[in-house]
């Protein structure tokens, strides 16, 4: 069962042998981003129209949340399964989707679903959030027209349905800091029966794996054991990797590791690179509980759970990164800078890396139209929700002001007075920019919405000025049908500015509030120089490690990588305005090797040499 203290350990992971992102990310130059503007792209996390929950609606918390995703490729086109949303999505590019309301359903939505396309003739699919039920199928899901198999699966719980090459059907399943992940075979010619071999495979083992400890930042006070679940299956070059999330979901450590065997049933060997996508620092964290899908043209892709966890501990969304496997058959994502713009499936060298587009909007000085509320949250442990109620603030001009909305922290919230079109709010940048998109992400407060609505619209216009007087409209969508809590907007034409003023017409619930307003693209001076004086301190515990670095003027933070080999550093953490931090997310027995880099709104400073560390 997915209980509420699934919270993930969170595996980041770089690509170190993708040159790529090299070339664009360490640059400004202005004549690189007029042909990036033209490239599809996509950010994190994905801008699709999020379900309210149903659950908690007994304690009046309204809330949109996103987790667990089963992505799956059928006949060309994807079709992506999420918890408790009362039906799918569909996407021919795996960028835009478009919500499909199916004929027979489960009438609490799916629970980390599971989805198989089996040789592009069916589509299986089970998730009854009672944890039993039939596991359906249809050869047309876009039709919405299910059929549910004649008898009754029960253990269908945070399960993974896969189907072998010869037609064998397995199914792993297992939610708990008790119980291993378990596998049973089932016969999908006759009612999808229990048959075979059902097997204990592993468990979670923290003394070993610092990432799968319990709690924000893989810390907790009590509660020692992580939370072993959502498995997912992938199978490259005859070997199977079984993917599995860890401590839990609320946590920014959310994370999802690899055992890899020989056959479906193993053995299993705990893969030496873990986490294999992990995301623990920047604006949204964690990258757990999801699921590996190959595209059309043979790159693969990681869909995952990111902690949102405002409202409750179970508000999430979803993100999507790249996902290769390197010379030595070990699967890894690439995280870093994994809530920035990055380039979309469609690429041909570089999709889904970083774009090279930086955040402008940073720290910037916001004034707003109203204030009924603005909070501070921080998630502590899974006990403890720090929570605080900022007093309103006026700056010289009699201004209302609002540092929540450029803070970098998605727990944080402005609510308007009202929820119509006197409301506004105008960020000041630090600097002056080449602004290339805008993501605004919407805060549920008080909403009022408990299940899936249609007909939800957000409609704004946004303008954009160098001096604060003169003020030009750089989007309209003051008409729009578009339900989009977490907007990602790319501009026709790139654009300088330093002034950016969102324009609220109306947005769904009862009140309009902002978590956040983040916009990119590529500042007018220079990329921070190289990091010095990078010291790593392993601790007396080995799975803790703390850094610390000469400051750099001008940075506005740093990303710190690490892996197994100078060439496999897949892992990273980006921080904000520090130079130290501690980390408790290393595997016991492995040595690592380190570098830091340097980032601002003008770009990415060199890598710094690479230190191994015993």
């Not at 810390?219 to 992580?226: D, V």
Request: aromatic share 14%; net charge negative; proline share 4%.
């Amino acid at each position: 069962m997915k209980n509420i203290y699934i919270l993930a350990l969170i595996l980041l992971a770089f690509s170190c042998n993708n040159t790529a992102e090299k070339t664009e990310v360490g640059s400004n130059a202005s004549d690189k981003t007029e042909n990036q503007n033209k490239e599809q792209t996509y950010i994190n996390p994905l801008d699709i129209d999020y379900t309210y929950m149903v659950y908690n609606s007994s304690k009046n918390k309204s809330y949109r949340s996103g987790a667990d995703p089963a992505v799956i490729e059928f006949k060309g086109e994807y079709y992506m399964f999420v918890t408790r949303s009362f039906g799918y999505w569909h996407s021919t590019d795996l960028v835009n989707w478009k919500f499909i309301k199916p004929k027979q359903w489960f009438f609490e939505g799916s629970n980390a679903p599971t989805a198989f396309n089996y040789k592009d003739s069916l589509v299986y699919f089970a998730g009854d959030p009672a944890g039993y039920g039939s596991i359906l199928y249809t050869d047309d899901p876009k039709k919405g027209k299910w059929t549910p198999t004649a008898s009754i699966s029960n253990n269908i719980q945070d399960s993974e349905l896969f189907i072998d090459d010869d037609g064998k059907t397995y199914l792993y399943w297992g939610s708990s800091n008790v119980h291993p992940l378990r596998v049973k075979m089932l016969n999908k010619d006759d009612r999808f029966l229990e048959t075979g071999e059902r097997k204990e495979l592993f468990n979670l083992n923290e003394e070993e794996h610092g990432w799968e400890r319990f709690g924000e930042n893989n810390f907790h006070p009590t509660l020692k054991e992580g939370y072993m679940e959502g498995a997912s299956m992938t199978k490259h070059n005859g070997k199977y990797y079984l993917q599995y999330a860890a401590p839990g979901t609320q946590f920014n450590v959310y994370a999802d590791g690899v055992y890899v065997g020989e056959t479906p049933l193993g053995p299993f060997e705990y893969m030496k690179n873990n986490p294999m996508s992990f995301k623990p620092g920047g604006f949204t964290n964690g990258a757990g509980h999801g699921i590996t899908v190959k595209q059309t043209n043979g790159q693969y892709w990681h869909f995952a759970t990111m902690a949102l966890a405002s409202n409750a501990q179970w508000e999430r969304r979803l993100c999507m990164f790249p996902t290769y496997f390197d010379d030595e058959g070990l699967m890894y994502t690439n995280t870093a800078y994994g809530d920035y713009p990055r380039f979309g499936p469609s690429h041909s060298t570089k999709a889904g890396l970083h774009n090279g587009w930086m955040l402008l909007s940073y720290k910037g000085d916001v004034t707003v139209s109203s204030s009924l509320k603005q909070v501070m949250k921080f998630t502590s442990n899974d006990d403890e929700v720090e929570v605080t109620e900022l007093p309103v603030e006026t700056n010289a001009k009699g201004q209302i002001t609002s540092k929540v909305l450029t803070d970098e922290n998605p727990k944080t919230f402005w609510v308007a007075e009202a929820n119509d079109g006197t409301q506004w709010v105008t960020i000041e940048m630090q600097n002056e920019g080449t602004i290339h998109a805008l993501q605004l992400n919407f805060h549920d407060h008080e909403s009022g919405i408990y299940t899936r609505v249609e007909g939800l619209r957000h409609r704004f216009t946004i303008e954009t000025s160098e001096d604060g007087t003169n003020w030009q409209t750089v989007v309209d969508r003051s008409k729009s049908d578009i339900d989009a809590p977490n907007a990602y907007i790319v501009l026709d034409k790139p654009i300088k500015a330093k002034y950016v003023r969102y324009k609220n017409l109306e947005v769904p619930g009862a009140n309009f509030a902002m978590s956040e307003i983040r916009v990119f693209g590529l500042g007018l001076g220079d990329r921070p120089e190289q990091v010095s004086g990078f010291e790593i301190n392993r601790e007396k515990d080995r799975r803790d490690v703390s850094f610390s670095w000469n400051p750099i003027e001008g940075a506005q933070g740093y990303n710190i990588r690490w892996g197994i080999a100078k060439d496999k550093l897949y892992q990273s953490w980006l921080v904000y305005d520090t130079n130290e931090h501690f980390i408790r997310c290393l595997d016991r027995d492995t040595p690592y090797y380190f570098s830091i880099e340097a980032f601002n709104e003008n770009g990415i400073s060199e890598k710094s040499e690479i230190v191994f560390v015993e």
